[in-house]
């Protein structure tokens, strides 16, 4: 089986996160802030030989995990205050996260085409009808055809509002791999006294990332994706001074007595409640950590050496149109950027009939349809029939690029010698696409 | 050929709108198969993949498999949903 559903979830994982897991998993359990039982039985093991009670990497339990991961994922992406960087349960969980908490209802927002619905679908279904129509429209900042969303119509759409605002950006297409200008579009925003919301769930990993940098105020990780952790893992960041509630309230670990917290300045907030995914913190971890000891920049570089090869390769097979990966020259933070995903199409067959072939006739995963990211369909004209996406990870070779594209010249070749034995084409209800009148956005395109 | 198993699809976003059923098989889909279900809709064959691939399309539901393996396919419009009842009394005739 080959595996190119890298930007779904990873596979395979590197074997310290997989060890992470199970030594999180196989140590005496303890939360955080709740007990020290952990460190004590941990060094009273240690002090003992018994090397079963000793957590990731040969260092306490899960309490210390738990900051030691927030500390990697600091590094990794660029945030010296790690003592704001949340736990969650993956990208839609800290998209919630944010948009629950941010004071919607005196905010102007709005929201790129590219992003997924982990962030669409908030901001639609909670941000419109609480703050009604006039206070709670959220505006959709249009792309081009590759996912690409210039500073300057960041800088239209923003053009006028008369209050505060905050600017969702989805940090690299799910569909094409496009990269934004985040430091570019960073400048814009902030101009506008407006906040800058980054959701990194494809790029964190594979892509340099510079949150302070580049003026990010809140950040959207997942974990099961290029930081090589486990599904049901995430994490967010909201810089200090950003007026941001829990959307969920409960236990802590901390100051039992306290039922209320001050909704007034200086805020008392705690949002991580309730008992915490310690062992997927920890492969969390260890993922974050495999990136920084690898180097993003050498994983960018051997995942756009990858995607390079195979958009070449792809485009020069009669009926293959190539969504992305435009540039193969590019670097990964440049004007013409790509990341380890790309999507395509064969003239006359469906994306999710591509997909079936190729994994049930070649055993090649990939990933076809809208990839749960509707406005940017629109944009590359792929909205009734989606695409069949491409994506890959540090553990993809060359050798799997040469069989994926072997497997769709064969595919492309087929339906070209069966042309005249086409299906009709007007008969198409099938698979992933609504029709386009079933699309029901409620933002206005700017 | 007897239907062993029906087991619904789990790539709902894939099939987004549809209702679709893997339909595990007794033995491998060959040819005379795929021939025999011809009448169920318009048909595509792509011979000349590794292993050769069919579709049938109608507007209330696509059929699509691939010969040599002993399952196939069926996505069915949510709105008419008891279309599917005619193809499964179509495919009990093929025994």
Known sequence: MIYLNQAATSWPKPESVLAAYEQSVRALPSSQFRSSAGLQRAARSA???????????????????????????????????????????????????????????????????????????????????????????????????????????????????????????????????????????????????????????????????????????????????????????????????????????????????????????????EYEVGTQNGPGIAALGAGARYCLERGVDAIAAHERGLMSACSRALREIPGVTVYGHGDSSADSLGQNAYGPVLSFNIDGMKAGDVAYILQNAYGIVVRAGLQCAPLIHQEMGTYENGTVRVSVSDMNTMAEIEELVRAVREIAGSVGAAAGHAADAANDATDDAASTADLHVKGRRL | MKIVEIIPSRENCVEAGWYAYDYMLDKPVDKQLIDALRPLGSMTYLGMLRKPFFKIDTAEYSIKGLEGDSFFRIAVDDQRRESLEKVNAFLETLE
Not at chain 1, 53 to 81: H, S
């Open chain 1, 47 to 269: 002090a003992a030989g018994d090397s079963t009670l000793i957590g990731n990497g040969g260092a306490v339990m899960n309490d210390d995990v738990i900051g030691e991961t927030r500390q990697v994922l600091g590094q990794l992406v660029g945030i010296r205050d790690t003592g704001r960087i949340f736990f969650s349960s993956g990208a839609t969980d800290s998209a919630n996260a944010i948009v629950y908490g941010l004071p919607f209802d005196s905010l102007a927002v709005f929201a790129t085409e590219t992003e997924h619905n982990s962030v669409l679908r908030p901001l639609l279904n909670l941000v419109e009808p609480v703050c009604g129509p006039q206070n709670g429209e959220v505006r959709i900042i249009p792309c081009d055809e590759t996912g690409y969303v210039a500073p300057e119509a960041a800088a239209r759409a923003l053009e006028g509002i008369c209050k505060p605002a905050a600017v969702f950006v989805n940090h690299m297409s799910n569909v094409t791999g496009r990269i934004q200008d985040i430091a570019a579009i960073a400048r814009v925003v902030h101009q506008k006294d407006a906040i800058l919301i980054v959701d990194a769930a494809q790029s964190a990993g594979c892509i340099p990332i510079c949150v302070d940098e580049w003026g990010i105020d809140a950040l959207i990780l997942t974990g099961h994706k290029s930081l090589y952790g486990m599904q049901g893992t995430g994490a967010y960041y909201v810089r200090d001074g950003i007026p941001f509630r829990p959307y969920r309230y409960g236990g802590t670990g901390r100051d039992s007595r306290k039922l209320y917290y001050s909704d007034k300045p200086p805020f008392d907030y």
